[in-house]
C-alpha cells in the first residue's frame, strides 16, 4: 500500500475542495441556482437591506488594522471573532 505524502495529501485536498464546492462566493448559494437569472427571478422578487452585526464587527476590525499600519495583502487577510470571557 502506498501511502501519500504530505504534499499529495494537501493537493487532493485541494482538488476535492475545488471539486465539491458548487457555493458562490459572493452570496453563498448553489451557483447552480445563483448564476442562473432565470432561476433566480423566478423565486425572488427583490432584496431589502440589512446588516451582518458579524460582518460589521469583522469590517471594524479591518478597518482598524489598515489605519493602524501596513497592509501586505488586502485580499487575504481575514479576521477572528474573539469571545468575551464569562
Ligand atoms: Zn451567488
Partial sequence: MVEWDETERAWMLALQTYETARKCPVC????????DQE????????ADVETCFVGEMREQAMRRFADSGEVKAPNSQTTKLNMRNG
Fill in 28 to 35: 453563498g448559494m448553489d451557483i447552480t441556482f445563483c448564476h
Fill in 39 to 46: 432561476k433566480v427571478h423566478r423565486a425572488f422578487k427583490g
